[in-house]
């Protein structure tokens, strides 16, 4: 079963989402199912898993209502604030809809670089973890050293990298970048998304912009951790939906049959469906 493991639904009459402004263009619109189902029919796609776009608890219900009339979503990555005193509480009452697989903070947006590392989010991430919950982590380069904070605290706590952390593609400076997802693929359990790395590349991006990263994604997590995701429709910023696939299939094109399975399907299938009793 091919799964695309993050794509996004966005409705901009709620008025949550902050960051998607007029001068995104092609993407300040609204989006949802119908739009997506024709792109996944084309490349054989069954299931996906549906991220979180804005920071509301609003949000993540609107996620599970689309995600339960939606036969090909096979699961939700909402939000909470974890800074709230209960906190833990509203995990455990989300984590009641067998739909909801995890949860991600907008890292990448908190002004804070060390944020992950408040004690005070430690019952969060001790619910996700009581919970079988996945902490999706939407970080950048700056932001690795607190994410491995987070690790050694809570070993037990099922993580994915998001965008393979963002790394500087424009710039070409990955030294830093290259250092922190060496730590991070330390841990066992963490696993990383091939996605978003069109967006990071910019509007000149190649397979061999891409292949330098991909390469040492492969040689750090290897296939077994890696986990497909399009990221659409954010990736249309720079490449359509069959551009970013086609793009991901030839740079895992060494790759077994076997290994190919499990980066577009498998590997997403046992961190966000099996880890809530579900296939």
């Known amino acids: 079963m091919r799964i695309d493991a993050h794509q996004h639904f966005w409705s901009l009459a709620r008025g949550d989402y902050g960051w998607l402004t007029p001068a995104l263009g092609v993407i300040h619109r609204d989006f949802g199912p119908a739009d997506l189902a024709p792109l996944l029919a084309a490349h054989g796609i069954e299931r996906t898993i549906l991220v979180q776009a804005a920071p509301t608890r609003a949000e993540t219900t609107y996620l ?50 060390n944020w992950l590392m408040h004690p005070a989010l430690a019952p969060a991430f001790e619910a996700m973890t009581a919970h079988g919950l996945v902490f999706d982590a939407l970080l950048k380069p700056r932001h ?18 998001d965008h393979g952390a963002k790394p500087d593609l424009v710039s070409g400076d990955l030294a830093a970048w290259r250092d922190g997802m060496i730590a991070l693929a330390a841990h066992p359990g963490l696993t990383c998304k091939l996605s978003g790395l069109v967006t990071e590349a910019g509007p000149d991006w190649a397979l061999e912009t891409l292949r330098p990263v991909v390469e040492h994604l492969l040689a750090t997590f290897g296939p077994e951790r890696l986990i497909f995701g399009s990221d659409w429709p954010v990736v249309t910023l720079r490449a359509s939906y069959a551009q970013w696939f086609e793009a991901a299939e030839a740079l895992l094109g060494d790759l077994t049959d076997a290994q190919r399975t499990a980066v577009f399907g498998g590997n997403a299938a046992k961190l966000y469906l099996s880890r809530r009793g579900r296939s």
Do not use: K, Y
């Not at 455990?92 to 947006?109: E, H, K």
């Not at 994410?147 to 994915?160: G, K, N, Q, S």
């Open 64 to 113: 599970l209502d689309i995600a339960a009339t939606t036969p090909f979503v096979a699961g939700a990555v909402g939000w909470t604030d974890f800074d709230a005193p209960d906190v833990a509480e509203h995990i455990a009452i989300l984590a009641g809809d067998p739909l909801l697989v995890g949860l991600r903070p907008m890292v990448q947006d908190i002004a804070e670089d």
């Open 144 to 161: 690795i050293p607190a994410m491995l904070t987070v690790l050694e605290r809570h070993p037990d706590l099922a993580c994915v990298i």
